[in-house]
């Protein structure tokens, strides 16, 4: 049976509704993390032009110094979002087993005669479980990514506009072919 889509974006909405400050969160940490990735090669580009301009090494290590509390700090901000992402999922999840656990016990004899305690447990945590892996990385993942992708694209337009073009419709392509 294929459900619309408008079908789980309203039963995942249903479940994250619940923890609206962790999801909110969440949408700040993402693009502060792709924006942290996205400033280190421009630091390290920096960086690079003081080198070969013979620079006084009191900037360059100012530099080096700027592109390192960078760097750690993207890495404490992609781990609070891996951390945040993955509990909004499992919080979100946990209650939609609850939910099962509770229609399933509502259902008639006949029901659960017909279908084993093992295979309604496998059903309700294996099923879960794999939207569990779904609600927790997808924001992370392909969200973030395709901002990441945006991002990068942005960049390349204030190096080259015509490295730009080439590398948008790459990815423009690239998800043509996906999809």
């Known amino acids: 049976m294929e459900l619309p889509l408008r079908h789980p974006v309203g039963l995942l909405a249903q479940y994250l509704r619940a923890q609206w400050p962790r999801v909110a969160l969440l949408w700040l940490l993402l693009p502060a993390d792709i924006g942290l990735r996205l400033l280190n090669p421009q630091i390290i580009a920096g960086f690079i032009d003081r080198v070969t301009a013979g620079a006084p090494a009191a900037l360059l290590l100012r530099s080096a110094s700027i592109y390192?509390?960078?760097?750690?700090?993207?890495?404490?901000?992609?781990?609070?979002?891996?951390?945040?992402?993955?509990?909004?999922?499992?919080?979100?999840?946990?209650?939609?087993?609850?939910?099962?656990?509770?229609?399933?016990?509502?259902?008639?004899?006949?029901?659960?005669?017909?279908?084993?305690?093992?295979?309604?447990?496998?059903?309700?945590?294996?099923?879960?479980?794999?939207?569990?892996?779904?609600?927790?990385?997808?924001v992370v993942q392909v969200l973030g990514n395709s901002i990441l992708v945006v991002g990068v694209i942005v960049v390349l337009a204030r190096v080259d506009w015509r490295v730009s073009m080439v590398v948008g419709g790459f990815a423009v392509v690239t998800l043509a072919v996906l999809l």
Do not use: C
Not at 91 to 112: C, E, I, M, Q
Not at 114 to 128: C, K, L, T
């Open 68 to 138: 390192l509390v960078v760097a750690v700090l993207q890495q404490a901000v992609a781990t609070l979002t891996t951390y945040e992402s993955e509990t909004v999922g499992w919080t979100a999840t946990n209650g939609l087993r609850a939910d099962l656990v509770a229609h399933t016990v509502k259902l008639d004899p006949s029901f659960h005669k017909a279908h084993r305690p093992g295979e309604m447990s496998e059903r309700i945590d294996g099923d879960v479980n794999a939207l569990s892996s779904f609600f927790s990385q997808f």
